[in-house]
């Protein structure tokens, strides 16, 4: 449950809104392509660059995503879409 002005979308209002969002490992989903990519990282047989973060293994991610409804200060509904994820998968 957060304020909807913590979300940092720029709505100005004091209702608290459930946000839902997807955590978890995803290691007993790993494909070949996510084996084959960790073991050319652990041999430094390719590198990222600088500025990117490479990852080995599938990331939990919403795959489905719910609207959020709110009144705002001026007392107008506002809607957000796809902003509360509503299923979760193993992406990647």
Not at 74 to 84: D, G, P
Request: proline share 4%; glycine share 6%.
């Amino acid at each position: 449950m957060v304020k909807v002005r913590d979300l940092g979308l720029g709505f100005n209002s004091d209702e608290i809104v459930r946000f839902k969002y997807c955590s978890g490992s995803c290691h007993r989903a790993r494909s070949n392509y996510d084996l084959t990519l960790g073991s050319l990282l652990r041999q430094q047989l390719i590198a990222p660059g600088p500025q990117e973060r490479v990852l080995s293994h599938p990331c939990c991610r919403p795959t489905r995503y719910e609207a959020v409804s709110f009144m705002d200060v001026q007392n107008t509904w506002q809607t957000v879409e796809k902003l509360s994820a509503a299923e979760c998968s193993c992406i990647g």
